[in-house]
């Protein structure tokens, strides 16, 4: 072959594995044209085999041809290569669908139901005063919410507590009382507890609901008069609601208290001088209280000779209406998040 077949030649190899490695279409197919071509068997080193037939002057012509060739082909495969890879990873970021420019989902926060919040600041304030948290059973006996309370069989003031029955002297408890008899069972004094809690009533309009919520708290100890009781409501009246806030203690009646009280507050809305709020009273009753009665000791094996206590509890929707204000008590249950975002 003379000098211008061979260039001829190797010029036609160039071309062809130029337009080959155009149209491959994947690595494994890129690898077998540079086979091909480049390889130690392929074309471009059978073609310089045959070089044989030229002269002195001509065979480095052809090499440097031949290495142009090469280096050319190298560089095709090579970006080939790269542009194959580039889109291959594009059709898989397509058919992941995910749009990576998009912005981040907002995850949005719940927030503490207002009557877990209250129950929770009335139990803060009474843990500052050195009072223990205990939870007692919602479904109780007779004999816990009634009897060892002191509340006689037949008595009318078993009536006043609308009761839902599950069975002959099983029922929903309906007020967290039942604890302080469970506590001293378990528990000699002093002591000095707090019971926040479910409770069920038969009962149902715009500020009452047949499941609510209380907080009890109670203290014994020897020596125990209602002078403490009437510090320690007052210190949380004034620490739940304000400073500037009076208390009034009013004759009650409850079985398992003797002294029996109804507390009130000044109005926070008018400060005594009236409102709505108040109902023009000045006042607002606010919890149950009063001297634990001895016979309730009694039925525990306390000694009423030695200790004494006070006992105290209270209604945390009704706690809760009155700090925010709220004219509806079944907004508590309602799950609507327009409301309930508002805490
Ligand atoms: N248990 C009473 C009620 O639910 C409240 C109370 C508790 C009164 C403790 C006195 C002492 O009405």
Known sequence: ??????????ENLEKQAVAEIAQVNDSSGLEIVRVQYLGKKGELTAVLRGLGDLSENERPVIGKLSNEIKNCLAKKIASREQELKDQHEAVSLANLKVD?????????????????????????????LNFAVVEGPEIETDYYNFEALNFPPDHPARDMQDTFFIE?????????????????????????????GKVYRHDADVSHSPMFHQVEGFLVDEGVTFADLKGVLTLFIKEMFGEQLATRFRPSFFPFTEPSAEVDMSCFACQ??????????????????????????????????????????????????????????????ENDLRFLKQF
């Open 100 to 128: 990576l420019t998009l912005p981040g989902e907002v995850l949005t926060q719940g927030s503490i139901h207002p009557i877990s919040e209250v129950m929770a600041e009335i139990c803060a304030i009474f843990n500052r």
């Open 272 to 333: 005594g001088a009236g409102c709505q709020v108040c109902k023009n009273s000045g006042w607002i009753e606010i919890l149950g209280a009063g001297m634990i009665d001895p016979a309730v000791f009694k039925y525990v094996k306390y000694n009423p000779e030695k200790y004494t206590g006070f006992a105290f509890g209270m209604g945390v929707e009704r706690i809760a209406m009155l700090k925010y204000g709220i004219d509806n008590i079944s907004l508590f249950y």
């Open 1 to 10: 072959m003379s000098l211008e077949e061979i260039k001829n030649k190797l």
């Open 168 to 196: 002959d002297k099983v029922l929903l408890r309906t007020h967290t009382s039942p604890v302080q008899v469970r506590v001293f069972e378990k528990q000699k004094p002093p002591v000095k507890i707090i019971v926040p």
